[in-house]
């Protein structure tokens, strides 16, 4: 069954955004995220490895679902699909990629960081964005301010999420679950250190879910 954006969504408070230099770690990795609580994951498109771990989880961590991230063209998207990818994540938005998610069928979580990207994704029936680089781009009070004149959107800020602020922007009624690379930082996977990732994991889970 395909999730819709907004389930999956709504799955876990924290999407991990996953950069993998090793195929070798992906199921590891994966296996330690979900066992802390957080079954979606982000598996982004900027290491070499990427597309054969998207492969690896889908096969061997069946509770996880599998996101393709950083999609920056549509033969990103496709070779994601391709390798098992059950969502899209773009870090800004084109049409392109818009129309070839809707043609493939895929939910997309498509990157916004503007009311006039928000409205046009909004024409096009999308009302769950991300909202990138989050922190960069005006933070809680940005997205506070969007939610008055726009307040059917639901988005995922992502982009300097840390525990520290994590926490804010979950409070806020427009934002369904938050995305970071924090509990799946480089020295620890490289390091192996998965039972670390686990509790990472696990006190980001706590952060509560939203509905
Ligand atoms: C990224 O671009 O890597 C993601 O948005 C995650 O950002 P973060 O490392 O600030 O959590």
């Not at 390798?83 to 392109?96: C, D, K, L, N, Q």
């Not at 895929?106 to 909202?131: H, I, Q, W, Y």
């Not at 940005?142 to 995922?156: D, E, H, I, S, T």
Request: one cysteine or more; proline letters at 8%; aromatic letters at 4%.
């Amino acid at each position: 069954m395909t999730l819709t954006t907004q389930e999956i969504m709504q799955l876990a408070p924290v999407i991990p955004v996953m950069v993998i230099d090793r195929a070798e770690d992906a199921v590891p990795l994966a296996n330690a995220l979900v066992n802390g609580g957080l079954k979606v994951l982000e598996i982004t498109l900027r290491t070499a490895a990427a597309l054969e771990s998207i492969r690896l989880i889908k096969e061997a961590v069946p509770d996880a679902v599998v996101g393709a991230g950083t999609i920056i063209n549509v033969g990103n998207l496709f070779d994601s699909l391709q390798a098992g990818a059950e969502f899209i994540v773009t870090p800004g938005t084109t049409t392109a990629i818009v129309d070839a998610s809707v043609e493939a069928g895929v939910p997309l979580l498509p990157g916004v960081n503007t009311p006039s990207e928000a409205m046009t994704l909004l024409e096009r029936g999308f009302d769950c964005l991300k909202f990138f680089p989050a922190e960069a781009a005006g933070g809680v009070p940005m997205l506070k301010a969007m939610g008055g004149p726009l307040p059917q959107l639901r988005f995922c800020p992502t982009g300097g999420v840390t525990p520290a602020n994590a926490a804010s922007y979950l409070s806020l009624p427009n934002v369904s679950c938050v995305g970071g690379s924090w509990m799946a930082p480089a020295d620890l996977v490289r390091a192996g250190n998965w039972a670390e990732i686990e509790r990472l994991a696990a006190e980001a889970a706590s952060l509560g879910g939203k509905s």
